[in-house]
């Protein structure tokens, strides 16, 4: 295989994590096995401890909003280490996770604050790449 | 110092090659997030294994010293004999949860901690002391069931971190490299063809105004 086909299918596998179709939290709070199928057939649990920290985070409202896992968007044009974290309750619970700003529709996050997200959200958060 | 590949000295091959060096750098700067991203959650890893490490040391010494109490206070023969009476059959579900497409274990395991009487030893014929060296080495069992899930999750993703590191040197210290090193070249070699032309056209001009 050419160097180019190899990085070519390099990217192809980065993002292969990710779901097919992403759950809100009310769905997943209601459902008795809150989980997901990832693009590579494999399924993606999230912790139940984990939900219930989120629900306690978000309003009643926001809790169809709120679309899981919640994407740690990584983008090289962004800077090494920094990350991307979009959609209104996705940035509302984060910020709250964080004691950040909250910002509106977009916030971003450093190195040592992915770091805290994901100890503090380790099923209920995924890294997306981009470029 | 990167040895250039072996390139025509074409446009068509100078395009070709800014778009097989761009494809590269874009793939070397996603491999590097996704090494990053790795190191993080590798170090998270560590970080639990040592907590879960010093409760599950700490709980087997708490165990040892209620079994070495049980042996001096029961007698070794006696001991010995209640535990071939114990029973246990402990059911261990092991699958797999996955971080960035890497398959890490996750064990899921059932209530450890029994009460006496479902041992399987007698408990008129034994000691409290029993009981409660049992229970420790059971509360141990549990710490060292999450203690191996752990070193399971940590070998995967170092791994996979190992795997990744190579792809990005293999990226940065020779493909890279390589590619700018025969893009210089054909660009060079373009220029010189192009100054080569020039001065060629200006003799042919010069040839041409003597002539008249």
Same mark, same amino acid.
């Given at each position: ?76 044009? !962004? ?27 977009? !916030? !971003? ?23 | ?212």
């Amino acid at each position: 295989m050419s160097a180019d086909r190899l990085i070519k299918f390099e990217l192809s596998k980065l993002n292969v994590h990710l779901p097919v179709r992403r759950l809100s939290l009310r769905e997943a709070l209601s459902s008795s096995k809150p989980q997901v199928v990832a693009r590579d057939g494999s399924v993606h649990t999230f912790k139940r401890e984990e939900l219930e920290l989120l629900a306690g985070l978000l309003p009643q409202a926001d809790r169809d909003k709120l679309q899981l896992p919640i994407l740690i968007a990584l983008e090289p044009k !962004l800077g090494r280490g920094t990350a991307r974290i979009s959609g209104e309750a996705e940035v509302k619970v984060v910020s709250q996770v964080l004691e950040k700003e909250p910002a509106a529709r977009e !916030l !971003l996050i450093y190195r040592p604050e992915v770091a805290i997200l994901r100890r503090k959200l380790p099923t209920t958060t995924q890294y997306l790449f981009l470029w | 110092m990167a040895v250039a590949l072996a390139v025509p000295p074409t446009r068509m091959e100078l395009l070709k090659l800014r778009q097989r060096v761009s494809l590269a750098q874009r793939g070397h700067d996603l491999l590097k997030e996704k090494m990053d991203a790795l190191v993080i959650e590798f170090f998270e890893v560590v970080r639990q294994i040592q907590e879960a490490r010093a409760k599950a040391l700490e709980q087997l010494m708490v165990s040892h010293r209620a079994l070495s109490m049980c042996l001096a206070i029961m007698g070794t023969l006696e001991t010995k004999q209640a535990s071939k009476e114990a029973k246990r059959e402990l059911q261990v579900e092991i699958s797999t949860r996955h971080i960035m497409g890497i398959a890490v274990p996750a064990v899921e395991v059932e209530e450890v901690e029994r009460n006496a009487l479902m041992r399987g030893y007698g408990l008129h014929m034994t000691s409290s002391l029993l009981d409660k060296a049992s229970r420790e080495f059971e509360r141990a069992l549990k710490f060292l069931i999450g203690l191996a899930e752990l070193e399971g999750s940590a070998f995967a993703i170092a791994r996979e971190l190992e795997k990744t590191k190579r792809r990005v040197n293999a990226l940065e210290y020779i493909l890279i490299p390589r590619l700018k090193e025969a893009l210089k070249f054909i660009m060079m070699r373009l220029d010189e063809m192009e100054r080569e032309n020039f001065t060629r056209l200006k003799r042919i001009k010069a040839m041409l105004e003597e002539r008249e």
